[in-house]
């Protein structure tokens, strides 16, 4: 056992109990309103970051932020080599962040950025920028490397397939989910919305799914391309519109390993790892919840196919 890891792997399973749990996730899908929901979800958990006049977006993300704050206060129980695993793992807020940033240097207002703290990459000088270029020329010295476009989207992809590489390369234990995430990111991008990745986004998607599964032009052809590693992901898809199912089986197999990995793994990374993706999976769930709330908690029917 790593004495190292004792104290933050305890605190690590103890976190996992600030989960909802999927029984209680589906009550609160079935509430009539959002206020009803935001009412119920004020005395959970995610109480942290939630407020009764919030906007189902606004909520949801409360729901990511409640979340990200715990992560921040685990980092503090880890080695440093488990706030270098944490900072991978919340790599997508980042990205969401720097996302909502160029949107900003356009002129919309878009909502606040997630906190990351010291869990940051590169965000805190991101976003000190004012203008696109200056963004990207931060991008560009940082790991996260040159996003080779400028606009929210192409920006958002590179740092997403960059992202997926990193993953595997520092966070082993993630890296089937990595590799999967990256073989539905390129079948909504190819086959859905029938677009190119940019060559930025081509070569760090070429370095996860291989180069015959990101030239793939149809569904058989991604998937008999996909390696073991990411074609898991798109299993049963049948066509390019099921894949918001994939989507949710995506997170089901995460919740499933992480659930694994709690439950062997000594005091190390894999306990952390393991923690991190049952929180972040419970959080997709309310959220998703939320979402129905705001139809008047109807067809429940809905809930149980994607959560």
């Not at 104290?7 to 996992?16: E, K, N, P, Q």
């Not at 980092?75 to 940033?101: F, K, Q, Y």
């Not at 703290?117 to 203008?131: D, E, F, K």
């Not at 390696?227 to 519109?241: F, M, N």
């Amino acid at each position: 056992m790593n004495v190292d890891w004792v104290a933050g792997s305890v605190r690590a399973r103890a976190m996992t109990r600030r989960r909802l749990g999927r029984p209680a996730v589906r009550d609160l899908a079935a509430s009539p309103s959002v206020e009803a929901a935001l009412s119920a979800l004020a005395h959970t958990p995610y109480g942290h970051d939630i407020r009764p006049d919030h906007t189902l977006a606004e909520a949801q993300r409360a729901v990511v932020d409640t979340v990200l704050w715990n992560l921040r206060v685990l980092a503090g129980w880890v080695p440093r080599e488990g706030v270098t695993i944490l900072r991978v793992l919340v790599g997508a807020a980042e990205a969401a962040n720097t996302e909502d940033h160029l949107q900003k240097l356009a002129g919309a207002e878009p909502p606040s950025p997630y906190r990351l703290g010291g869990l940051a990459t590169a965000w805190p000088r991101l976003a000190r920028t004012t203008r696109v270029d200056e963004l990207c020329r931060v991008l560009a010295t940082s790991p996260w490397g040159d996003p080779g476009g400028e606009t929210p989207r192409d920006v958002g992809l590179a740092m997403r397939t960059v992202l997926a590489d990193r993953t595997i390369a520092a966070v082993p234990a993630a890296g089937a989910w990595a590799a999967g995430a990256t073989a539905l990111l390129v079948a909504r991008v190819v086959l859905l919305d029938h677009r190119e990745l940019r060559p930025h986004a081509r070569i760090a998607a070429t370095r996860v799914v291989g180069p015959a599964a990101v030239s793939a032009h149809t569904l058989p052809e991604l998937i008999a391309a996909l390696p073991t590693s990411a074609r898991w992901a798109l299993a049963d898809v049948q066509e390019p519109t099921d894949l918001w199912q994939a989507e949710a089986r995506w997170w089901t197999r995460v919740e499933r390993d992480g659930h694994a990995l709690v439950r062997r793994a000594t005091a190390g990374p894999e306990m952390l790892v393991g923690a991190v993706a049952m929180m972040a999976t419970d959080a997709w769930r309310v959220r998703a919840a939320l979402e129905l709330a705001s139809r008047g908690g109807a067809p429940m029917e809905l809930f149980d196919a994607v959560a």
